[in-house]
């Protein structure tokens, strides 16, 4: 087992500068004897406009070390190719090692540092009325020196990197490096409304967020015994759509809680937008709304009893059609279908925001 040792020191400050502007401050310093030191801010204000409007913003800088995953992984695999004719596979190795390991240091694979970021963010609380609260947040996240996971080198790459494989017994091998800059920007969006209704009270909450991330830069090592290579030898088009696309650039729901005596009704709508995977080919999952729905009865101050069910409409992502195997179909001498597969994976096996386990229901009985 391996301890990451740090040492952190924090320091805050809150003042309100006037009965309508509260400023607050914060400095961080962290020292972690894997990669160094690190020193981090925070600045926030908030101004109350009025008793029904208030601005606010934030400007920060973070950083995220590199996990005991991105530093510590050595595996080795076999994985089946195709031909280059299309014919049969062959079986080769591929490993994934470590930047301290043998084969890095003869590569000049860089040590890995931390991920350091800078954010911003501006936006405005409206109270409606006694029954409606609005908020929107714009924010955008700037992160450089993104850890990611390079594609598999060798195979004719270099012959520098082919010779030195070889003393690993494998035929291509993979690294974490801080490889990309990103940037992020999206807004957040909540609204409340609390009213009582008929005899019970009826509480609704719509949130929805939308957000884009763009890969800015994508380094390679450089002085390296890979050689002279293109970024795209080392990130592919698949690396950074893992970024970009892999998941919904919006997500919009609506919460419905209603009260009446011992009785609570929770319905939940959630909607997940598109989002594309590259898995040799691409494609494009569309938008798929999720329905959860709950309804206790509190017995007494000890016992309660709750039915419900998490999509309950039973609702699946679109099936795959890219990166499958084992499809096709064998017809015998005479033309009767022995086997007909769409594939192993029904569904992506990359992303599936939501899953797809389908429809779950359930019975409960809490005693307290």
């Not at 954010?119 to 992160?143: A, E, H, M, P, R």
């Not at 940037?183 to 009270?201: E, F, K, Q, R, S």
């Not at 893992?242 to 709508?269: C, E, G, H, M």
């Not at 329905?291 to 409409?313: E, M, P, R």
Request: hydrophobic share 35%.
């Amino acid at each position: 087992l391996h301890r990451v040792e740090r040492r952190q020191r924090q320091m805050c400050i809150r003042d309100r500068i006037t009965p309508k502007l509260l400023l607050s401050s914060a400095l961080r310093f962290d020292d972690y004897k894997e990669f160094g030191q690190s020193t981090n801010f925070k600045l926030a204000a908030n101004w109350s406009v009025s008793d029904k409007v208030s601005i606010r913003g934030a400007a920060s800088s973070g950083f995220r070390a590199p996990s005991m995953q991105q530093l510590y992984t050595d595996n080795i695999s076999t994985q089946f190719f195709s031909n280059s004719d299309g014919g049969d596979q062959s079986a080769q190795q591929i490993g994934i090692f470590r930047n301290d390991s043998f084969l890095a240091k003869a590569l000049l694979i860089p040590q890995l540092k931390e991920e350091e970021a800078t954010n911003f963010s501006l936006g405005s609380v409206l109270k409606v009325n006694n029954l409606i609260d609005f908020t929107i947040d714009f924010y955008s996240i700037y992160i450089d020196d993104r850890i990611v996971l390079s594609n598999s080198l060798g195979q004719g790459l270099s012959s520098t990197l082919d010779a030195t494989l070889k003393t690993s017994g494998v035929s291509a091998a993979q690294f974490f490096l801080n490889g990309a800059d990103t940037h992020t920007h999206g807004v957040d969006i909540i609204a409340t409304y609390n009213a009582p209704l008929l005899y019970g009270n009826l509480d609704l909450t719509f949130a929805a967020n939308f957000t884009d991330t763009q890969v800015d830069n994508v380094f390679t090592p450089q002085n390296s015994a890979l050689g002279n290579i293109e970024p795209k030898d080392i990130f592919s088009q698949q690396s950074i759509s893992i970024i970009t696309q892999w998941q919904p650039k919006d997500r919009v729901s609506l919460n419905t809680l209603y009260q009446v005596d011992d009785f609570t009704f929770n319905l939940a709508f959630n909607r997940y937008g598109e989002y594309t995977v590259i898995d040799g080919g691409t494609q494009t999952y569309g938008e798929k709304i999720l329905t959860d729905l709950q309804v206790n009865y509190q017995v007494n101050a000890n016992l309660s009893f709750s039915i419900g069910g998490n999509n309950i409409f039973d609702i699946y992502p679109d099936k795959n059609k890219i990166g499958n195997s084992h499809a096709g179909t064998i017809i015998d001498s005479e033309g009767n279908i022995v086997v007909s597969s769409e594939g192993v994976f029904t569904y992506s096996r990359r992303s599936a925001p939501f899953g797809f386990n389908g429809a779950y229901y359930y019975l409960s009985l809490i005693h307290i």
